[in-house]
C-alpha cells in the first residue's frame, strides 16, 4: 500500500508541480487532531496511488514551508493543482470530506 510522501522545504516545490492534485497535510508529533487525521491521509495515500499525490509536512522540521504558506494551526491540508493551493482545509475532518476534494481536482 503505498504511503504519504515525505515532503520537506527542500522537496516541497518540486512535489506541489505535479501534474497530479496533490494534497498536502500539515502536521506535528504533538498534535492530538493531526495523530486523529493520520491514518486517513495514509488510506487516502493508498486509495488515489497513481491518481494523485499525498504528502505530509512535519511542520517543526521544516518552518519554511510551513511559514511561506501561513500555516497557523494544524492540522491543515491543502490541495495543490499545477503549483497552486486550489483547496484548503484546517482541522480534523471526515474520510469523505478529503476524498471529496480530491475528486473534484480529478474531474
Known amino acids: 500500500m503505498s504511503k504519504p ?3 520537506t522545504d527542500k522537496n516541497f516545490e518540486e512535489i506541489i508541480n505535479s501534474e497530479k492534485p496533490v494534497l498536502v497535510d500539515f502536521w506535528a508529533e504533538w ?3 493531526c495523530k486523529m487525521i493520520g491514518p486517513i491521509v495514509e488510506e487516502l ?3 488515489y496511488d497513481g ?3 499525498v504528502g505530509k509536512v512535519d511542520v517543526d522540521a ?3 514551508v510551513s511559514a ?3 500555516i497557523r494551526s494544524i492540522p491543515t491540508l491543502l490541495v495543490f493543482k499545477g503549483g497552486e493551493i486550489v483547496d484548503k482545509q484546517i482541522g480534523a475532518v471526515p474520510k469523505a ?3 471529496q476534494k480530491l475528486d ?3 474531474a
Do not use: R
Open 5 to 7: 510522501i515525505e515532503i
Open 31 to 33: 498534535c492530538g487532531p
Open 45 to 47: 495515500a493508498g486509495e
Open 51 to 53: 491518481k494523485a499525490v
Open 62 to 64: 521544516n518552518p519554511e
Open 68 to 70: 511561506k504558506f501561513g
Open 97 to 99: 470530506v478529503l476524498s
Open 104 to 106: 473534484a481536482q480529478l
